[in-house]
């Protein structure tokens, strides 16, 4: 996918977009039908069949389907979930995180697997990925699905993949400077650890050739604070993406705009709604992210409700180009706590603790036991650092932006834990 394709794509019309969702979806409905024991049985169970689906808007006569319902479905199955097909067509097996219970099987076939990579090429292009770039990916060999993904669409976008797994972070960095990799991806928590390794083994940063730094796995990248830092520290441009193990990669930040997810519409039907009524959130309020996709007919999935909390659009906004969020994915439904009243969401804490260069990293515990909730900072702190200082600036950006006291504190160098994946820093203690 080159980029003049990824910028059509983002030119279509309102009514070009629907008519190829609608003609999508209807090709797919028509394929699991009767194939997939899953959606089979939930369509048959809310009596409907692909041929009620005339417009986009009978969607909504579709039941929603949730993450439990999957996982239940592959504890009946033993192992495997939502298959369209049987088990000898499938090539790809991957996992979800399982930071929110048992990890979740998910399996792809080779023209599955094709349109994963045609939407992380949407991805790459979207950066300003082409084929005169180096892709540098600093992951592992394993189930995590996002950049095994990001493989297969440096493929497809024609750019040289360089792997960085096997060795040591600093080892990382060498091999960055010895290709020449132009373009990093990694969890946004990597990208700022490897800032951290840098920094301590006084390895010069200006050797490398990164212009481009693109991130998944985890929130970050969209958080205004963190995003700044990334970009700061390695004088290249920030890039967030969203996708999920079970639903695919559906949003992109592009050259124009940086700073809004938006949602590859061509491969995703992207519903907002109240997450408690269900019902279509309002316009400017804070909705659930509910998400059709289109071209994974192995292991589809239809109206999910992901989790993940966006605000909702002027309906202006939706008139012409791809749907997009301003400040992207704000968090999942499910990290949110509540302290003293007050609504919390892990990045909202991100924000205030990456505005510090002099945090290196950090952790956040709610304690919950007590008479009143508390919120806890620990923060690890660049060595030569005013403790007392960055301390007392910290708590009180906090208490001011979000009306809540933390309790911080400093803790040695090397207490808290590094991570390349997913990173944990929020907890909750009942």
């Known amino acids: 996918m080159t980029l003049q394709t990824v910028q059509a794509i983002d030119s279509l019309s309102r009514d070009q977009l629907s008519n190829t969702q609608l003609k999508k979806l ?21 009596d409907a069949q692909p041929g009620d689906i005339t417009q986009l808007s009978d969607l909504k006569n579709l039941p929603f389907t949730r993450k439990s319902e999957l996982s239940a479905d592959q504890e009946r199955n033993g192992f495997a979930a939502n298959l369209t097909y049987p088990m000898e067509r499938y090539t790809r097996f991957h996992q ?6 048992k990890p979740l099987h998910v399996f ?14 949407h991805v790459l292009s979207g950066a300003g990925v082409t084929s005169d770039d180096r892709l540098f990916c600093a992951f592992s060999f394993g189930p995590f699905i996002g950049f095994w993904a990001s493989v297969e669409g440096a493929k497809q976008d024609g750019a040289l993949m360089i792997p960085g797994g096997g060795r040591s972070s600093i080892d990382r960095l060498h091999l ?5 990799c132009t373009v990093l991806c990694c969890t946004p928590t990597y990208a700022l650890h490897l800032l951290e390794v840098a920094r301590v083994h006084d390895f010069d940063l200006t050797d490398l050739n990164v212009r481009t730094t693109i991130h998944a796995g985890e929130p970050g990248a969209n958080v205004p604070a963190t995003k700044k830092r990334i970009e700061s520290g390695w004088s290249a441009l920030c890039y967030d993406h969203a996708g999920a193990s079970e639903i695919g990669a559906f949003g992109f930040e592009s050259q124009n705009n940086r700073h809004h997810l938006s949602i590859i519409e061509t491969e995703f039907i992207a519903e907002i709604i109240d997450p408690v009524s269900g019902e279509p959130a309002a316009e400017g309020s804070t909705g659930e992210l509910v998400l059709t996709n289109l071209g994974r007919w192995g292991f589809p999935v239809i109206r999910y409700r992901t989790g993940d909390a966006v605000t909702v659009p002027p309906s202006a906004h939706t008139n012409k180009g791809l749907l997009s969020f301003d400040g992207g994915i704000i968090g999942r439904s499910d990290d949110m706590t509540i302290v003293r009243g007050v609504n919390i969401f892990p990045s909202a804490i991100d924000n205030f603790v990456r505005r510090y260069g002099a945090v290196d990293e950090y952790r956040v515990i709610v304690d919950k036991t007590g008479n009143m909730d508390e919120l806890k900072i620990e923060i690890e702190l660049v060595e030569g650092s005013d403790d007392a200082s960055v301390q ?3 708590s009180r950006t906090v208490a001011s932006e979000l009306g809540v006291r933390p309790v911080l504190r400093v803790v040695s160098r090397g207490t808290l834990p590094r991570s390349e994946d997913k990173a944990k820093r929020f907890h909750i203690k009942t």
């Open 96 to 101: 979800t995180s399982g930071t929110t219970g």
């Open 392 to 394: 007392s600036a910290l």
């Open 108 to 121: 792809d076939t080779n023209e599955s697997w094709d349109w994963w990579g045609k939407c992380w090429a």
């Open 26 to 46: 209807r090709r797919m409905l028509e394929e699991i039908y009767g194939q997939n024991r899953f959606y089979t049985d939930k369509l048959k169970a809310a």
């Open 176 to 180: 960055m400077r010895d290709t020449q």
